[in-house]
């Protein structure tokens, strides 16, 4: 029998909120239960309650599934049963039929996934090819026009210069209506964020420069998209808004096999969708990649369980672009497994010359994600915050927990996972004694 994949820290870190996890933890105990038992596969158990809920756990990713009728994932009667596994208190058993069926539905499930990815790297053709080049034409045709009249906007904008636009509100969702109208939803994302702009620092007319000038290299690049590179064509599809179905990520993307481990986790829940962005890192590679879910109303299970401070061994395949970085899971190796070693880090010269490599090969790129090795949090007379190596260099903190982070260090280095955008690094966890810690709250 295998250790336990999990520490009771890492599986309360599961629960979707403290309620569920406060409960869980109350169902941790022999007596809420009944037909507990694991084997190297599975866990699994019937919880007393109201009714007798079957409870199963896949140890292989941590997916849970119980017959209750609660809407959060994982549930307090999985939570219960993570915490039972992370104490090593299950006897060792043949699973019964239902967690049987269960497990097969997944193997099933995982098998059909596998075989439409491989039909779509072997090129499979669409079922109308002329019907979607038709459609992509189509599209390419609206976007320009929309970027045309973006250009333009923005010329006015520049030309008419910032004075009074704090005053403004109207004008940026009508722009960015524009823009979904144009099909082109990434750049509209990126206009209503230029709306919080004006009046927001002393240095705000900069910032809205610097922002419109990105626009506008989008802009330019789509009229000589012929002239790209395909990667980079990829990140310009990307940026304004067109995706790459699974299976065509499959097919073109970068593959790398590495053992990956979870440094960070951050979830956005809105009334319609939940996001969810994963952050992982290469033991052997150093290399980093994020992982975007999405879920259908507030609560809703993600299709994929990642647990900071474990490491799975997988293959990831990267999305077709001039430096990756975003990726999904292809094929999972083994099992989860707590991470307690070393792992690949940056100094701060490092940090810098990864993002001039980066955006020398991808001039969209607006952050690069990296885990700083021994740096200090410190707080100069301004009540400026950074993050010093032992070297003297520093850099910007940004928005975060800073004082817990500066609690967690005691005035001692740490490693500190985050993202860099040539200003500012927002961490997003920080490694004490061998386990990540969550720093995404505000100070």
């Not at 999985?78 to 497990?103: C, N």
Request: hydrophobic share 40%; proline share 7%.
């Amino acid at each position: 029998m295998s250790a336990s994949p999990l520490t009771s820290e890492q599986a309360l870190a599961l629960a979707p909120d403290s309620s569920s996890a406060s409960a869980g933890q109350k169902l941790a105990t022999e007596r809420s239960w009944q037909g507990l038992g694991r084997d190297e596969r599975a866990a699994w158990g019937e919880c007393k309650g109201s009714a007798l809920y079957q409870v199963r756990i896949d140890l292989s990713d941590l997916a849970t599934k119980c017959t209750c009728p609660s809407r959060k994932f994982p549930c307090k009667h999985a939570i219960g049963l993570l915490l039972l596994v992370a104490a090593e208190r299950l006897p060792s058993g043949q699973p019964p039929t239902w967690v049987e069926e269960w497990l097969s539905k997944r193997t099933s499930t995982a098998e059909r996934k596998a075989k439409r990815e491989a039909a779509g790297a072997e090129g499979a053709a669409p079922a109308d090819p002329e019907a979607r080049a038709k459609r992509t034409a189509e599209r390419h045709t609206r976007v320009q026009r929309g970027l045309e009249a973006l250009s333009l906007w923005m010329e006015d904008l520049v030309r008419g210069g910032f004075a009074g636009l704090e005053a403004e509100t109207a004008m940026w969702n009508t722009q960015a209506a524009r823009l979904v109208d144009a099909q082109a939803p990434g750049l509209a994302s990126q206009v209503r964020q230029l709306a919080a702009l004006p009046g927001s620092g002393p240095d705000w007319p900069r910032k809205m420069l610097e922002r419109l000038g990105r626009l506008a290299l989008v802009t330019e690049a789509w009229r000589r998209m012929d002239q790209l590179a395909p990667p980079l064509a990829a990140d310009l599809r990307s940026v304004v808004g067109i995706p790459l179905r699974e299976e065509e990520v499959v097919a073109q993307g970068e593959r790398l096999e590495d053992t990956w481990v979870v440094v960070g986790q951050e979830v956005e829940d809105t009334e319609r969708v939940r996001a969810q962005r994963t952050y992982l890192l290469g033991a052997t590679s150093g290399r980093t990649a994020l992982v975007l879910q999405f879920a259908a109303g507030p609560g809703a299970r993600f299709a994929e369980s990642f647990l900071p401070g474990t490491a799975f061994p997988a293959e990831l395949v990267y999305w077709p672009s001039a430096a990756p970085q975003r990726a999904l899971v292809h094929e999972r190796k083994g099992d989860v497994r707590p991470w307690l070693e070393a792992l690949p880090s940056l100094t701060l010269d490092g940090l810098c010359q990864r993002f001039a490599d980066e955006l020398a090969r991808q001039p969209f790129r607006e952050r690069t994600l990296a885990l700083l090795g021994a740096v200090v949090p410190v707080v100069d007379g301004r009540r400026r915050w950074w993050l010093r190596d032992a070297t003297g260099a520093a850099v910007l903190l940004g928005p975060s927990d800073r004082w817990r982070l500066l609690a967690l260090s005691g005035g001692q280095p740490l490693d500190v996972f985050g993202e860099w955008d040539g200003e500012e690094f927002r961490p997003l966890s920080t490694r004490v004694d061998g386990r990540f810690l969550p720093l995404g709250g505000l100070s």
